[in-house]
């Protein structure tokens, strides 16, 4: 079993920062990509940002130059820096990581989610 543990969601001004983070323990023999989705009221799951094991970062368009994700392989961690918030940054925020276990078999998980509201 692998397990995705999120945090760091809540009530934010417009143009404030909230930094997001999702651990991910269990039966675990490595990690791959790790990254942020989010879903609005009413709308599609939608990536924000992803990061390889390597470091390379993909953003969505919306988000690109505002926030930032980041890993701690030792740790099994990723992160997600928020600035410069929006009202229609506000959505639940998801954690997925890509993981080979200790069985052999390679699983995308997802976090529970953590709600993310923009508003003054």
């Known amino acids: 079993q692998v397990q995705l543990v999120e945090s760091g969601g809540g009530l934010v001004q417009p143009g404030g920062s909230l930094r997001l983070s999702c651990a991910a323990s269990g039966s675990i023999d490595s990690i791959n990509t790790m990254g942020w989705y989010r879903q609005a009221p009413g709308k599609q799951r939608e990536l924000v940002a992803t990061?390889?094991?390597?470091?390379?970062?993909y953003y969505a368009r919306s988000v690109k130059g505002r926030f930032t994700i980041s890993r701690d392989n030792a740790k099994r961690m990723v992160y997600l820096q928020m600035n410069s918030l929006k009202p229609e940054d506000t959505a639940v925020y998801y954690c997925?990581?890509?993981?080979?276990?200790?069985?052999?078999?390679?699983?995308?998980?997802w976090g529970q989610g953590t709600l993310v509201t923009v508003s003054s």
């Open positions: 990061i390889a094991v390597g470091g390379n970062t």
């Open positions: 997925n990581v890509a993981v080979v276990e200790t069985s052999g078999r390679y699983r995308e998980v």
